[in-house]
């Protein structure tokens, strides 16, 4: 896999942020969904985006994705705005997971994994990357897909999908990775393996991730950054700890938390105390 490189500012030597938002809003028929975000993420990070239903977290995915336009403010990527990049640049740069992964259509799956090299390839279908079916090999023994590779989506479960869609993410090689509640239909015991997949492909490659996460303790276990969205407004951004404190859960959710500690990586997790 190839990796992600910091960008500095040529001038001060300043990092560059990979995303930046500055004061940014959105309003669907003038519906303010997001009001004045300023945000930074730095290549190699791995934010969790958290909130109540409705709060904009989708909302924020698509505008740092380029699916949707803000309405105030600006977006950049690697301190260009998101408008001045083609398609297929953005196509390269940022890759996006969604909960829904792929839909049931008749490809077998070795093929929906080569969709993901299409920024990367000529009309006539040949890939920049020498290696590129060597990749996909990679990916498809990393992600227990061998067995699957000639089946038709169309014949794979839910989960199996969304570990193809994961798989054709990562054949995108992108340097930023967008997440939507990507653990939504997968069993717990998938869930925690497309975590730990995750991060390794993070500490081997340097992407940067954001992720919507509704599950909190996945959040705090795996992200290093969490932002904390309500009513279209960021209302904290900050480490695990600093994040999942009962108070602060009990004013954004409307619940009775207990934080209690992981006991073996020590990193705070949520009971829900009867309301
Ligand atoms: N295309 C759209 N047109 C009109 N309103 C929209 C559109 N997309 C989202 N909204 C509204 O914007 C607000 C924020 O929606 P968004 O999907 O970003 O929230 P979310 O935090 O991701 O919610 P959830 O946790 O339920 O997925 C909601 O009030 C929603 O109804």
Same mark, same amino acid.
């Given at each position: 896999m190839t990796s992600?490189?910091?960008?500095? +500012?040529?001038?001060?030597?300043e990092a560059v942020p990979v995303v930046e938002l500055r004061q940014v809003g959105k309003a669907y028929s003038r519906k303010p969904v997001l009001h004045d975000i300023?945000?930074?993420?730095?290549?190699g990070e791995y934010w969790g985006i958290i909130g109540p239903n409705g709060s904009g977290k989708t909302t924020l995915l698509q505008l740092i994705s380029g699916m949707e336009?803000?309405?105030?403010?600006s977006v950049l990527l690697e301190g260009r705005d998101i408008g001045s990049y083609s398609r297929r640049r953005i196509a390269r740069f940022t890759a996006v997971l969604g909960q829904e992964g792929l839909a049931p259509l008749h490809y077998p799956v070795r093929e929906v994994l080569n969709m993901g090299r299409y920024p990367y390839q000529s009309w006539l279908g040949r890939d920049e990357l020498d290696t590129a079916d060597e990749l996909?090999?990679?990916?498809? +023994?990393?992600?227990?897909?061998?067995?699957?590779?000639?089946r038709p989506l169309d014949q794979l479960s839910g989960g199996q999908r969304q570990r193809v869609a994961f798989g054709k993410v990562m054949a995108q090689q992108p340097r930023l990775l967008l997440l939507d509640e990507p653990t939504t239909y997968l069993d717990i015991a998938y869930q925690i393996?497309?975590?730990?997949?995750l991060d390794e492909w993070r500490r081997e490659s340097g992407i940067t991730i954001i992720a919507v996460l509704h599950d909190l303790n996945l959040a705090a276990r795996y992200c290093d950054r969490l932002l904390a969205l309500n009513e279209g407004q960021m209302i904290h951004a900050g480490t695990p700890q600093q994040l999942m404190q009962e108070e602060k859960i009990r004013d954004l959710f409307r619940v009775e938390p207990a934080i209690v500690h992981h006991p073996d990586i020590h990193v705070p997790q949520l009971l829900l105390k009867r309301q």
């Open positions: 992600v490189r910091k960008q500095h +500012d040529q001038r001060t030597g300023n945000w930074q993420v730095y290549t336009q803000p309405n105030t403010g996909i090999d990679q990916i498809m +023994d990393r992600l227990d897909l061998r067995s699957l590779a000639d393996h497309f975590m730990e997949w």
